[in-house]
């Protein structure tokens, strides 16, 4: 399969945020961006990315596309299957740099614009191929967060909805071209407010990141807007909600239609109380912090199957890798990076961690002898009943990891395994030998499986068989 080029034109925050999404979904990235230190500063970026987003998935990652730094928009567009424009938020600039794209790209190169504000028929304007471009708006950090809004030509739009789901990322077609789209809107709205509170002494700007993170914020994560006040109207829904608080709206509560003059005064007081409540960590040590937080609760929400979480799940199902099919050789059951929530106190993944690695590898080996998830949903599973793990050496939050897993029974009930998970740079981490029994989810109780697994259970045994017993095997 031929690689896939994207090409960013504008490497600030957003720009290096796409580089990245790209380039760690196998897409070649060039960038094109004046500033002398854009290649540190997206180096930085993708150091953040190379750590967090593949920890999302519970796959390996796709081989990493190549990264070339050009000197020009011609250069970088050339060729490029998609085109992101992260330029300044200034029209007569952007209106410059898609001439200029047109100019050297493919007639089919789809064109994106990160804007937050402008509307596709202010970005065409004067444009040779108007429905080439159009509104591709992320959000940060784009490589973690999979929103995209994307407004303009239905072709165009409907391409780059498959290609943005092919990366994870969760696609929403506005509806009709509005200024600032749909989040940003409503991000203005609280953002006002928020700045009159800090104005007339109300709140400083850490007591109003307390309101959030430990309030709505946490609801919202999960359930967005509606879908919470829909839980606040009780057992009678949305129409009771409505009803009850309704008439608040007529309350003068906000000043969502006034802003408040941004004098020098309360600039530095925004300032300072910024400076207070963060100052203290660096940008780069914010972003980290950030960036586990994402991971630790999107990886929480994919396990109860909900929102960001079962984009993630559905992403994981389309990459899903196909069950091994050389027996006669130690199998590999998992292939994976260590997500921050794996990690413990001291820095390290914790013991427990080490169990699910080697969990999921005896699934591989129950899927391969046909206990699948059909095959428990119809009463029957295998189920661990001694296990004996060793913690060789220490494995961190980010690490490549594999698990090479050997048979080393497989006759009537009984199902053993020995499992090593290894580093990325080959060195054994841990090992675990564990004993697995077929059970009957009805009765709880051992039994036989029936002839066909139990046909393919013996002869995964017979082949495992005749390697050489592993090393951690007394």
């Not at 047109?102 to 789809?110: F, I, S, Y």
């Not at 071209?177 to 400083?204: F, K, Q």
């Not at 990690?343 to 899927?367: C, I, K, L, P």
């Not at 490549?400 to 897993?405: L, P």
Request: aromatic fraction near 6%.
């Amino acid at each position: 399969m031929n690689t896939r080029k994207a090409a960013i034109i504008g490497g600030g925050v957003i720009g290096g945020g796409w580089a990245a999404r790209f380039l760690l979904n196998g897409w070649d990235v060039a960038i094109s961006d004046p500033d002398p230190e854009a290649e540190r500063k997206i180096g930085e970026v993708l150091a953040n990315a190379r750590r967090s987003l593949p920890a999302l998935s519970d796959h390996s990652a796709p081989r990493e596309g190549r990264l070339l730094f050009t000197h020009s928009v011609r250069e970088s567009a050339q060729d490029a299957d998609w085109i992101q424009e992260s330029v300044p938020e200034r029209l007569d600039l952007k209106h410059a740099v898609y001439a200029e794209i047109q100019a050297h790209c493919r007639p089919d190169a789809l064109i994106g614009s990160s804007t937050s504000g402008f509307k596709p028929s202010e970005l065409q304007q004067g444009s040779a191929n108007p429905e080439q471009i159009f509104v591709a708006h992320p959000f940060n950090p784009v490589y973690l967060l999979p929103l995209v809004e994307l407004v303009g030509a239905q072709e165009s739009v409907a391409r780059a909805k498959t290609e943005l789901e092919t990366m994870g990322m969760k696609p929403l077609i506005v509806r009709q071209e509005i200024d600032a789209h749909i989040a940003d809107r409503l991000l203005e709205a609280v953002w006002r407010e928020a700045l009159w509170l800090v104005r007339d002494g109300i709140a400083t700007t850490g007591e109003i990141d307390d309101a959030i993170r430990f309030g709505f914020g946490l609801r919202w994560a999960q359930m967005g807007l509606f879908e919470t006040y829909r839980i606040a109207g009780g057992e009678a829904g949305m129409k009771h909600f409505i009803a009850q608080f309704g008439p608040c709206l007529q309350w003068p509560w906000t000043k969502l239609m006034d802003v408040p003059e941004l004098t020098e005064e309360l600039v530095e007081t925004i300032a300072a109380q910024s400076d207070a409540q963060s100052g203290h960590l660096s940008i780069r040590e914010l972003e980290r912090v950030r960036d586990d937080n994402l991971v630790s609760m999107m990886r929480a929400l994919k396990a109860r199957n909900w929102g960001a979480g079962a984009l993630l799940n559905e992403h994981d199902a389309r990459n899903q890798p196909p069950l091994p099919t050389d027996i006669t050789k130690p199998i590999e059951t998992v292939h994976r990076f260590i997500p921050v929530d794996w990690t413990d106190y001291n820095g390290h993944v914790n013991e427990s961690r080490y169990g699910q690695a080697f969990s999921d590898a005896s699934d591989v080996v129950m899927a391969m002898v046909g206990a699948d998830a059909a095959y428990i949903a119809g009463g029957l599973s295998y189920f661990s009943v001694d296990n004996h793990i060793r913690y060789l050496a220490e494995a961190v939050a980010g690490d490549e990891v594999r698990v090479r897993t050997q048979v080393l029974e497989a006759k009537g009930k009984k199902l053993r395994l020995y499992h090593e998970m290894i580093h990325a740079d080959g060195h054994v981490l841990a090992s675990c030998n564990q004993l697995l029994v077929h059970v009957s989810l009805e009765t709880r109780r051992s039994c036989e499986p029936p002839p066909d697994v139990l046909a393919r259970v013996e002869a995964l045994g017979e082949a495992q068989g005749k390697l050489p017993p592993p090393q951690g095997v007394r």
